[in-house]
């Protein structure tokens, strides 16, 4: 597998991602400049996490205009896996790659904490290695996360199962008290119809390694993997 | 070609939670305006631009605001005023 990691000015989790899949996972990963148009033939686009443009307009308004974006775009709806995790999320969604939007958190605080997920669907190529239902802990660090579509597009979402990872308690239950950011129905995650773009807040690729407090992120790219390996077209 | 300067408005959609309105709103009634029911935060933009016509200047800045300037899912717009600058 050979990920490339898109470097946006204000990128700040490329090196987390970087180091995600080339050391923990064993696996080729290059940076891909913003400015360029070359996604070096990859397997797979990690859009990481960060304040690309300083969140300047909203975050990922700016972003989604770099030329690498035009390719990204262009490798996602020829089918191509794009990981987008926390300001990648924000980019994807203002890119048109997956609905909704992701707005200030409720409480208006920036949160850096581990949150507790459950796993709403095993039938992506982003989560085929986790059990159905189970909870796992994985770090976010937002100010604006909070998810948020139009009624429509809830319903489209939950639907077509393509609701990937909820905010819940310990125990797994989807509450309010364990819903960090005022996401709608508790919306950790989602997959585009496709089921090739998944744009999450929380941080797998932050969750790989015990000395760091979690290894729940290594499933994540586990499945990433063995998706590849079977020969499904990117 | 005429130099106009736009004034657009910004604000998240009625019915989508604004805690920085609702942060505003309770701190007024703390200060007893206990008449305000709503307040809203938003952005406001100034716009400097050629034109040929206030018209063509008003639909340029529409199409800003749907592509960028706004977010289409959350936030409402409103080109406030047109003026030569």
Same mark, same amino acid.
């Given at each position: 597998m050979?990920a490339?990691?898109?470097?946006?000015?204000?990128?700040?989790?490329?090196?987390?991602?970087?180091?995600a899949v080339?050391?923990v996972m064993?696996q080729?990963?290059?940076?891909?400049?913003?400015?360029?148009?070359?996604?070096?033939?990859?397997?797979?686009?990690?859009?990481?996490?960060?304040?690309?443009?300083?969140?300047?307009?909203?975050?990922?308004?700016?972003?989604?205009?770099?030329?690498?974006?035009?390719?990204? +775009?262009?490798?996602?709806?020829?089918?191509?896996?794009?990981l987008?995790?926390?300001?990648?999320?924000?980019?994807?969604?203002?890119?048109?790659?997956?609905?909704?939007?992701?707005?200030?958190?409720?409480?208006?605080?920036?949160?850096?904490?581990?949150?507790?997920?459950?796993?709403?669907?095993?039938?992506?190529?982003f989560?085929?290695q986790?059990?159905?239902?189970? +909870?796992?802990? +994985?770090?976010?660090?937002?100010?604006?996360?909070?998810?948020?579509?139009?009624?429509?597009?809830?319903?489209?979402?939950?639907?077509?199962?393509?609701?990937?990872?909820?905010? /819940?308690?310990?125990?797994?239950?989807?509450?309010?008290?364990?819903?960090?950011?005022?996401?709608?129905?508790?919306?950790?995650?989602? /997959?585009?119809?496709?089921?090739? +773009?998944?744009?999450?807040?929380?941080?797998p690729e932050?969750?790989m390694?015990?000395?760091?407090?979690?290894?729940?992120g290594v499933p994540l790219f586990a499945s990433l993997l063995?998706?590849?390996?079977?020969?499904?077209?990117? | 070609?005429?130099?106009?300067?736009?004034?657009?408005?910004?604000?998240?959609?009625?019915?989508?939670?604004?805690?920085?309105?609702?942060?505003?709103?309770?701190?007024?009634?703390?200060?007893?305006?206990?008449?305000?029911?709503?307040?809203?935060?938003?952005?406001?933009?100034?716009?400097?631009?050629?034109?040929?016509?206030?018209?063509?200047?008003?639909?340029?800045?529409?199409?800003?605001?749907?592509?960028?300037?706004?977010?289409?899912?959350?936030?409402?717009?409103?080109?406030?005023?047109?003026?030569?600058?």
């Open positions: 050979k490339g990691i898109i470097q946006f000015p204000g990128s700040n989790c490329d090196e987390d991602a970087f180091r080339a050391d064993g080729e990963a290059v940076y891909c400049w913003h400015k360029d148009h070359d996604l070096q033939q990859v397997d797979l686009v990690i859009l990481p996490g960060g304040f690309s443009y300083g969140d300047y307009l909203r975050p990922g308004a700016i972003a989604r205009f770099s030329p690498i974006m035009q390719e990204v +775009v262009a490798f996602a709806k020829r089918g191509g896996p794009v987008a995790v926390c300001n990648g999320f924000q980019i994807a969604c203002e890119a048109g790659l997956l609905p909704g939007a992701l707005l200030r958190n409720a409480g208006l605080r920036f949160i850096s904490a581990p949150v507790n997920l459950r796993v709403e669907t095993i039938a992506t190529r989560t085929s986790y059990r159905l239902g189970q +909870v796992i802990s +994985v770090p976010i660090a937002h100010g604006d996360g909070r998810y948020t579509a139009d009624a429509d597009t809830l319903e489209r979402l939950e639907g077509e199962g393509h609701v990937a990872f909820r905010y /819940v308690t310990a125990s797994g239950e989807a509450s309010t008290a364990a819903n960090p950011n005022g996401s709608l129905r508790n919306i950790a995650g989602i /997959v585009n119809a496709g089921g090739n +773009v998944l744009g999450m807040m929380p941080h932050r969750a390694e015990a000395a760091l407090g979690s290894t729940d063995e998706s590849l390996l079977a020969g499904v077209s990117a | 070609m005429t130099r106009y300067r736009l004034s657009i408005h910004i604000v998240p959609r009625r019915g989508i939670l604004d805690p920085q309105g609702k942060a505003v709103t309770d701190a007024l009634h703390t200060l007893a305006f206990a008449a305000v029911q709503d307040v809203r935060v938003g952005r406001f933009l100034v716009v400097e631009m050629q034109a040929e016509s206030e018209e063509s200047a008003r639909s340029a800045a529409k199409t800003m605001c749907n592509q960028l300037l706004a977010n289409p899912v959350t936030e409402d717009f409103e080109i406030a005023s047109v003026v030569p600058a």
